[in-house]
């Protein structure tokens, strides 16, 4: 039997109040707090296929599950949801290199963030390439990766005012998050190199080259 308390309707939204975690955000929309154990509660919801969500959409500090017409949210999925964050099992993506060609026009605030980090340009690009990071969700573009694991070193804010455009493939920072365009458009991220590998593209089984958990090393070309 569903658990008609978790069914939202439009006597149901006004008269029930779910866990504090959880908010309806329409009849069909669930946003769940995860705060830093997105990725994780993420792969266990998605690894899980319950027969009445029809898509888990990651956030930065949140998850939105997204529910089939005429679907309630089932006891399995409640205990899902308020299962201790210990029971959830960490997110390891499939690990992507990709090539960047660094500085130049390819990147050209990398000089200036450079020297706001009180390094050269080598070995700015150095450190930026030297870590692991993880995709933490998609937004902004299909397929815009927000990557964790930006050093603190690196990070900036965006600029003031944003690029009436932006090449596709441009490798990005802004704030804590590093970034890949997967498209030509305006943008107000800090750009710092270019790559060639196709971010989104719609005739392709899985349309987006990275998906929340994955694993990406940036190599300089």
Do not use: C
């Amino acid at each position: 039997m569903q658990n008609a308390e978790m069914k939202p309707s439009k006597t149901k939204l006004q008269t029930v109040q779910p866990a504090p975690a959880w908010r309806w955000l329409s009849e069909r929309g669930l946003r769940v707090a995860t705060g830093d154990a997105t990725l994780a509660r993420y792969a266990m919801l998605s690894a899980q296929r319950f027969a009445e969500l029809e898509d888990v959409i990651p956030s930065d500090d949140s998850v939105l599950l997204i529910l089939r017409r005429g679907a309630a949210v089932s006891p399995s999925l409640r205990a899902a949801l308020t299962a201790p964050l210990a029971a959830a099992p960490a997110a390891s993506g499939k690990l992507h290199e990709i090539a960047v060609e660094y500085g130049g026009s390819a990147g050209p605030d990398l000089p200036r963030l450079a020297e706001r980090a009180g390094m050269d340009a080598a070995s700015y690009i150095h450190s930026h390439a030297a870590v692991e990071y993880s995709v933490a969700f998609l937004g902004f573009q299909p397929g815009f990766p927000y990557l964790r694991g930006l050093p603190s070193g690196l990070q900036a804010p965006r600029r003031a005012s944003p690029r009436l455009r932006v090449a596709a493939g441009s490798v990005a920072i802004g704030g804590a998050y590093a970034g890949i365009y997967p498209a030509a458009g305006p943008g107000g991220w800090q750009i710092i190199g270019r790559t060639a590998a196709v971010l989104f593209d719609p005739q392709r089984h899985a349309p987006a080259l990275l998906m929340p958990g994955d694993r990406v090393r940036f190599v300089p070309k």
